[in-house]
């Protein structure tokens, strides 16, 4: 486990010196971030500023031009069974939903375990419906995603990330679709979550949030980290005047 690429900081995730252009939009500039076992790391900042590109690359679904990422010690496997590994190991809940639309809520969350981890279809079963009991929609299993709210979907997606036994959870957005009144019962899952030890990258637009699950709130503008610091200090005495700008906006409504 931990050892493994010898000069790696032990920290279970970690991005060094990473670059990553779309074309000829640089979007991501020489990140250097780590994360520990245990840890949430809420990632904030302006539309546009790489957020969602950050938290896409420690799963690999975007490349990087520069760099290198690690997780678990070891670089980012570049395809194949490696990289179905790691993507078992590193649960992803998204903006949208994404579960199967002419599945079960059951089915959804049980065929990763089964296919990708080979978990007996009983053992799966029981996991799946523990789970689903846990983000409180153990009575929605035999129901199919459109007869759910955007709520219960995402937290669906999350019983269904959580059944693979991740080793991180990357939320990317993941309320940014949901009305109002849902929002809440996706972030009580993730407090929750946070509050069991999981570690956890999270990007949002939830400053509640931010403030009450962070360890440490990683604020992002035009593709580069502009400054990390625990929430308490970065909320209420944020130490560069774009992290002081980009609150004044938001705290002001």
């Known amino acids: 486990m931990g050892d493994a690429g010898g000069e790696s900081s032990g920290a ?30 809420v990632v904030i900042g302006p539309s546009g500023s790489g957020k969602s590109t950050l938290c896409r690359t420690i799963n690999r679904l975007e490349p990087i031009q520069r760099g290198v990422i690690r997780f678990d010690g070891a670089p980012l496997p570049q395809e194949g069974k490696a990289l179905a590994a790691l993507r078992a190991d590193v649960g992803m809940v998204f903006q949208s939903f994404n579960l199967f639309a002419h599945r079960s809520i059951l089915d959804n969350v049980t065929l990763g375990p089964i296919k990708a981890r080979k978990v007996p279809k009983r053992e799966a079963r029981d996991r799946a419906m523990e789970l689903l009991g846990r983000v409180g929609i153990a009575d929605k299993a035999d129901r199919h995603p459109a007869e759910l709210s955007g709520g219960q979907q995402q937290r669906a997606a999350i019983a269904r990330a959580l059944a693979m036994d991740p080793k991180v959870m990357l939320f990317d957005e ?80």
């Open 12 to 41: 279970l995730v970690e991005l060094d010196h990473v670059d990553k252009w779309f074309d000829d939009l640089h979007v991501l500039r020489d990140i250097q971030l780590g994360v520990d076992a245990g840890e949430v790391v």
């Open 174 to 253: 993941p309320t940014s679709a949901l009305d109002p009144e849902m929002i809440k019962e996706v972030l009580d899952v993730m407090v929750e979550l946070a509050s069991e030890g999981m570690t956890m990258v999270v990007v949002t637009h939830e400053m509640g949030f931010a403030r009450s699950a962070a360890r440490r709130v990683v604020f992002m503008d035009d593709g580069a980290i502009v400054e990390v610091a625990p929430p308490e200090q970065f909320f209420s005495d944020p130490s560069t005047d774009r992290a002081r700008d980009f609150l004044s906006k938001i705290l002001a409504h």
